[in-house]
């Protein structure tokens, strides 16, 4: 860095100020807080700390969402291992129960099942295919009044584990469709097909994390099927832990918030001061026109194959 910018001759050169050395300026620097400072075995590097309210309100909304699935998830995984270890322990210690015999009048008679031993070949061959069909039926009529009976002297039966799983992922999914927070707003999903993506979540791996792809498909709304560019694999990501691509200027982008949602455009400039840009409408009532100050995260950039 030091090297190019004394590549200009009107800079003011080390001597001409109070620190002697390029190092000890450096280590001022991290001193005072200005940058990061790390001292590695090919040089001092730095990196500038930016404290633009804008830019850290955006990493505080990051860190809470992060914050947010992440204490979903690990809810969700103590839920699940509570679940088993009930479901372990009911089953040892949960023995047959025993229940008074009722009646609703004194003329009502007592019934009691017992087991059917099952009939082998050789003892259904030597009885008529009429006693048979007979010995079936009534089995069935068995069968059927000990469920019925069953369900009504026990009343609701008491859910397992697994169903409880079920209709706990099921209403989770639901609430996650209906509402997607951020900043306290609710927003619709910004996923389209065609578009390059970023994958900044690194439970994917290193081989997919801060790699671009290509949706190919959306599924359940707030979720896609990615196409990875350098590799060709596809994976399911949800959009939390996807973000758009801003393409060089004059490259066509995907309009995915606002008044001009689903239109294709042209990037004409870029203002990184206000996290925004300038784009000119390619399609729709108003093509041709320059929509200013759109903000990064509402444009996306077109995958475009080469003829």
Known sequence: MYQEYIHD??????NATKWETLTDFVK??????????????KGWFIQYIDRDPETI????AVQKKEKMDMDDEERR??????????????????????????????D??????????????????GLASSTVFQMEAAKGKARKKAEESASSSSGRKRKSALDEIMEMEEEQKK??????????ETTESWLATGTVVKVVTPKLGEKYYRKKGT????VDKYSAVVQMLDSGDKVRVDE????????????PVLVLCGEHRGQTAVLESINEAQFSCSVRLQTGRSKGQVVHSVQYEHICKLHVTDV
């Open 108 to 125: 009502e008679k007592i019934e009691f099942q017992l087991p059917v031993a099952p009939v082998t070949k050789k003892v259904m061959s």
């Open 28 to 41: 001022w620097l991290g001193k005072e807080g200005h940058c990061i400072v790390d001292e590695t075995e």
């Open 240 to 251: 939390a832990h996807l973000e758009t691509v801003i393409p060089a200027l004059g490259k």
């Open 215 to 218: 949706v190919t498909n959306i």
């Open 9 to 14: 001759r009107n800079h003011t050169h080390m």
């Open 175 to 184: 609430k996650k469709i209906q509402q997607k927070v951020v900043d306290g």
């Open 57 to 60: 309100r955006r990493q505080e």
């Open 77 to 106: 995984a103590r839920f699940i291992q509570q679940q088993i270890e009930r479901s372990h322990k009911d089953s040892e210690t949960e023995g047959p129960a025993y229940t008074e015999i009722q009646r609703q009048s004194e």
